[in-house]
Every structure is written in structure tokens, then in C-alpha cells.
């Protein structure tokens, strides 16, 4: 019975760690599109809050088109550039939408970032219609 405690114990410890690919994310991150200043949130569970003027979305509890919701990250390591997802998760009923995202730290508090917005597609390149330089808030 000890045995099994200790991995239990063990096992419920490796869900909260960073892993490497993800560790540069963590953190707050700050830009501005078109004269509005939005911020985006990684923490070191997976998840993600984004703020933009006054309204807030994501992180483990929030309400998305009237439902209890969470908003999680994932980034696919190996990829140039780096591949991120941004997920979106309900319970009921369960369903999961992906904002599929590219990344690039152009310094350690420094990042490209460029998503197609809603048309359920990666982008290949950062161009000035699909990305944002983003900078680490300290």
C-alpha cells in the first residue's frame, strides 16, 4: 500500500510540470493590434488567459457561449516555427475548438505570434494581417 502512494503521489506530481518545450511561454505577454492592447497569459498547468480591453477569456474556469469552459494550450515540439494550439474545451455537451497558432522568440522576452483566426487552418508565415509581436511583462 506504500508503494502505491508513493506513485500515486509521484504520478499526480508529473501532471503540473513545465515541460521544455513549453517553458519559454510561460508567463505574460503583452502587444498591441490596431491601437488595442491585448495580453495573453501561459501558465505552468497548460492553461491560457487572454485579455483584451476589459474582457477576459480562458484559464480553467470561464463561461464561452453560455457555457462552463476552459481555455488550455499546447505546444507540438520539434516544429519550425513553433506550432502552438490554443484550446478551447465545454462540457456540455463536451466539445473542443483549436485556434491553431505559430511562434517565434525573436529574444527570451521577445515573440512573433500569428494565427488564422477561425479558418481552422495553421498559418505558414507571419505576415502583417496575421501576427502580433508580443513582449514578456516583468
Not at 112 to 120: D, R
Not at 122 to 129: A, H, L, S
Request: include cysteine.
Amino acid at each position: 500500500m506504500r508503494h502505491f502512494i508513493i506513485l500515486l503521489l509521484a504520478l499526480s506530481s508529473l501532471s503540473f510540470v513545465t515541460t521544455k518545450s513549453e517553458a519559454p511561454f510561460i508567463g505574460t505577454w503583452k502587444g498591441e493590434d490596431r491601437g488595442e492592447v491585448a495580453y495573453i497569459t501561459f501558465d505552468h498547468e497548460g492553461y491560457a488567459i487572454l485579455r483584451i480591453g476589459g474582457e477576459v477569456l480562458g484559464g480553467k474556469d470561464f463561461v464561452y457561449k453560455e457555457k462552463k469552459a476552459e481555455l488550455k494550450y499546447k505546444v507540438i515540439p520539434n516544429t519550425k516555427p513553433i506550432q502552438l494550439d490554443l484550446i478551447i474545451s465545454t462540457n456540455e455537451p463536451v466539445k473542443e475548438n483549436k485556434m491553431l497558432c505559430i511562434a517565434e522568440f525573436m529574444s527570451d522576452d521577445t515573440m512573433k505570434f500569428a494565427s488564422n483566426f477561425g479558418l481552422n487552418s495553421r498559418p505558414t508565415e507571419f505576415n502583417i494581417k496575421n501576427s502580433i509581436v508580443l513582449l514578456r511583462e516583468k
